[in-house]
């Protein structure tokens, strides 16, 4: 285990936000100045109007929690940690996903357990996203569910593109250039949903694997493949397998119509789209979070790589990441440690434990 540290103490204001399944007030930092180095970054040409983007933010983040606590103090959840930079995981994948979707067209699915870290996230936004709280955890599935069947009932026929709030992205630019480029795919081809894939760097265990079909084409310029199967956390042998065969990582960032990724559920998940399909939305918080809390509490856990995916191959397509971008689930402490180092980057903690234990400190590359 590792010893802990402290906030750092900031300026607050108090501040409150009436979300969409609930009510958060937290504290506020004072306004700071707008880093103007962002606004280069802005990707120009504007998405088309319908992309929507999904944030999950509801997981514990339990694998990850000895160093969560030891760079934050407190038992957050590593979405809500500060890892790299001043913001948390959390917040930078809503500042890389704004570069392409606007902020009114963002939800993010996250646990009413965790409204005070989620309102420390979303302090300071001008213009905050939509919130969904659950009241419970019904795995990655339901969250996605829930988030698809709101945007529909909000827009008929939107886009959607599905981001965990864990993963390190080094090229934020060129990545959402690609997943705006998937989602034009999409609209320009009738809705087909499409996951995002890796070109494995090892053969790595705890990553879930797509087994690739025919190649059906490019997609800003990278291959797009036909989904022939999954492999889901593979022994160590069934990861060299899959390496060698030239299997891709599967990202869980997901893009596609919202109502085939609706439709999809229905055929991989009756009994839970059926129970969030009863929830009618109101707009009102207090309504909206009753009819969550009814549907939760009728539905079983449902992982949607293993529930969802993995039933339903013959309707997926995989379009494969630029080599360029560097791209890591931070599921655990060496993933963590080892895109940093790939990337050159070497935050405070991290040189702290480098000091503390010298044997395990490995160079940065230049």
Not at 230 to 257: H, N, Q, Y
């Amino acid at each position: 285990m590792y010893g802990s540290r402290s906030h750092d103490g900031r300026s607050t204001a108090r501040c409150e936000w009436t979300l969409g399944t609930g009510t958060v007030v937290a504290s506020k930092p004072l306004a700071r100045a707008v880093d103007p180095r962002s606004q280069l970054q802005r990707i120009q040409a504007r998405p088309e109007a319908g992309t929507w983007a999904v944030i999950l933010a509801g997981g514990q983040g339990l694998r990850l929690r000895p160093l969560t606590e030891y760079v934050c103090g407190d038992a957050r959840p590593k979405q809500f940690a500060r890892l790299l930079g001043p913001h948390s995981l959390l917040r930078q994948t809503m500042e890389r996903t704004a570069l392409g979707i606007p902020r009114a067209r963002t939800v993010v699915v996250a646990h009413r357990s965790h409204v005070a870290y989620l309102a420390e996230d979303l302090a300071g936004l001008a213009e905050p996203p939509h919130v969904l709280l659950q009241p419970d955890d019904r795995g990655t599935g339901a969250a996605i569910l829930l988030a698809a069947q709101w945007i529909t009932a909000q827009e008929r026929e939107a886009t959607v593109a599905v981001f965990p709030s864990d993963h390190f992205v080094r090229g934020t630019v060129a990545f959402m250039r690609h997943v705006l480029g998937v989602a034009d795919h999409v609209r320009r081809h009738a809705g087909p949903l499409v996951l995002l894939g890796v070109v494995p760097s090892d053969p790595e265990p705890q990553y879930g694997w797509i087994r690739l079909g025919a190649r059906l084409g490019e997609v800003d310029g990278e291959p797009l493949y036909r989904v022939a199967g999954f492999t889901e956390k593979p022994s160590p042998e069934g990861a060299r397998l899959a390496c060698a065969r030239g299997d891709l990582w599967s990202t869980l960032i997901l893009v596609g119509a919202a109502q085939a990724l609706v439709g999809l559920g229905w055929q991989a998940a009756p009994l839970v789209s059926e129970r969030l399909a009863e929830i009618r939305w109101s707009g009102t918080a207090e309504h909206d979070a009753a009819a969550v809390a009814s549907a939760y509490g009728r539905i079983p856990r449902l992982d949607f790589s293993r529930g969802v995916l993995e039933q339903q191959p013959p309707l997926l397509t995989v379009s494969q990441l630029p080599s360029r971008i560097l791209w890591s689930d931070w599921g655990t402490l060496d993933r963590v440690v080892t895109s940093l180092r790939a990337a050159g980057l070497a935050p405070a903690w991290m040189r702290e434990l480098d000091r503390a234990n010298p044997a395990a400190a490995r160079p940065i590359p230049n």
